[in-house]
């Protein structure tokens, strides 16, 4: 009988160690509401399965194997990859200035240059070689930040008017996903694009309902959920607020903030440039906020307002509300631009097809950051200047029913002008 006790007993203290290590795994991994665990990040690192050459990436993930070769893509204006064999692989999303340089025991017999495409071949020795690529404007850059365009036509003007505005990059502050087939289109326009592209992930990037592809779609295709990159002195920090997370420190954000130090302790960083999707405050006066837009959850935001100011961050960059705006927030100097798709221009024209043929009537605006030599980022609105052909997402008819006034011959026009020109 004290044989079968003991063996009880030890069964039973094995399940309650069993238990404990599972929820404090989880409590490290992290949930997210509406209820799943924090997705896995994407490697970055991969092995070619027949030709066995090995890349390992920092600042850009792999995105999968196309018969001799192992594509990537960066999320960083300056990545850095090391290999190991006789390799060819492409990496997305580089800036066509930027030129290669590399280090380490191999050569490299070849790199084309398509757009924001590289294609690289190379022998690299047992002990690796490391490529890595430098953008002549680290020193004195622009870049362009907006969210919520959707993977549509809204989304190729995004891109063109912020070349036009002389960005060396955009960053986009989440919400590629509007409607069925966005996932494609996202694709495409950001390999298309004259410049890159680095990406919060926003609420409609992620899972729904059993649509698991969709739950993993953007770190495979886009970028990493958080992520961190330096350029001249300035630490962008691309965080994920897209879900509530239980606990609020868990999973890769808590994980990327904790090796975030203080300002002063970060040699050669001189400011910080945070950029996520939903606001830590709804910035809007308390008679325009039809819903809650905000990080909610019973104190994140708090949670993250308080880390924030901790590491010395002045400056957050927000999209979710379709609007610009922006504010000091108790210290932390917040704007949202979530104009991506120019809805406050067609509210603007009170339906009048008439109305865009003056582009300076149009209101909806994007945010420029300018990088000096040794000062902080200086902020600036532009018009965002989005034509009438530009409005073919279906999420804008969403949007219409919400607004007062008479919208149904501008809309019907625009259905006639989004389908001719398809």
């Known amino acids: 009988m004290s044989t079968r006790s003991n063996r009880r007993e030890f069964l039973g203290y094995l399940g309650l160690v069993g238990a404990g290590v599972g929820v404090n795994a989880l409590a490290m991994r992290g949930l997210r509401m509406p209820l799943m665990a924090e997705p896995r990040r994407v490697a970055h690192t991969a092995q070619h399965p027949r030709e066995l050459f090995f890349v390992q990436g920092n600042g ?30 492409t990496l997305d999303n580089v800036h066509p200035l930027a030129t290669l340089q590399h280090t380490g025991n191999g050569t490299i017999q070849d790199e084309s240059v398509n757009g924001l495409l590289r294609t690289v071949r190379g022998n690299a020795e047992p ?55 966005d996932d494609h289109n996202v694709v495409r326009a950001l390999s298309q694009s004259a410049l890159p592209t680095y990406a919060a992930i926003g609420n409609h990037d992620i899972v729904r309902g059993f649509d698991r592809e969709l739950m993993h779609w953007f770190e495979r295709r886009v970028g990493p959920r958080n992520a961190s990159f330096s350029l001249g002195g300035i630490q ?21 903030l904790r090796r975030i130090p203080a300002l002063e302790n970060n040699p050669g960083i001189r400011d910080y440039v945070v950029f996520t999707h939903r606001p830590i405050t709804d910035l809007r006066r308390p008679g325009d906020q039809p819903t809650n837009h905000s990080i909610e959850n019973l104190g994140e935001g708090e949670w993250l307002h308080r880390e924030l100011l901790r590491r010395g961050a002045r400056t957050i960059i927000n999209g979710h509300i379709h609007n610009t705006l922006e504010k000091d927030d108790r210290g932390l100097l917040t704007y949202i631009a979530g104009e991506g798709m120019a809805h406050l221009d067609i509210v603007a024209s ?43 997402n279906q999420r804008l008819r969403v949007d219409m029913t919400k607004e007062r006034g008479h919208f149904d011959a501008l809309l019907a026009h625009l259905q006639t002008l989004c389908a001719g020109s398809s």
């Not at 953008?135 to 036009?164: N, T």
């Not at 962008?236 to 990327?256: E, V, Y």
């Not at 000062?375 to 018009?383: A, H, I, K, L, N």
């Open 60 to 89: 850009a993930f792999s995105l999968e194997v196309r018969e001799d070769t192992l594509a990537w893509r960066a999320f960083a204006p300056e990545p850095i990859l090391h290999v190991r064999g006789n390799f060819k692989i």
């Open 127 to 181: 002990a690796g070689l490391t490529l890595h690529w430098r953008v002549p404007f680290s020193e004195h850059y622009r870049f362009a930040a907006i969210g919520d365009s959707g993977g549509d036509r809204e989304l190729a003007w995004v891109l063109h008017r912020a070349e036009q505005l002389g960005a060396h990059f955009l960053l986009h502050l989440g919400d590629l996903y509007y409607q069925v087939g």
């Open 236 to 256: 962008f920090i691309n965080l994920d607020t897209a879900a509530d997370t239980i606990p609020w420190s868990a999973g890769a954000r808590g994980t990327l």
């Open 350 to 392: 009170r339906g009048e097809v008439a109305w865009f043929n003056d582009p300076q009537q149009r209101i909806a605006q994007i945010l420029i950051g300018e990088v000096l030599p040794g000062r902080p980022v200086q902020y600036r609105w532009d018009s965002l200047g989005m034509p009438l052909a530009a409005h073919c």
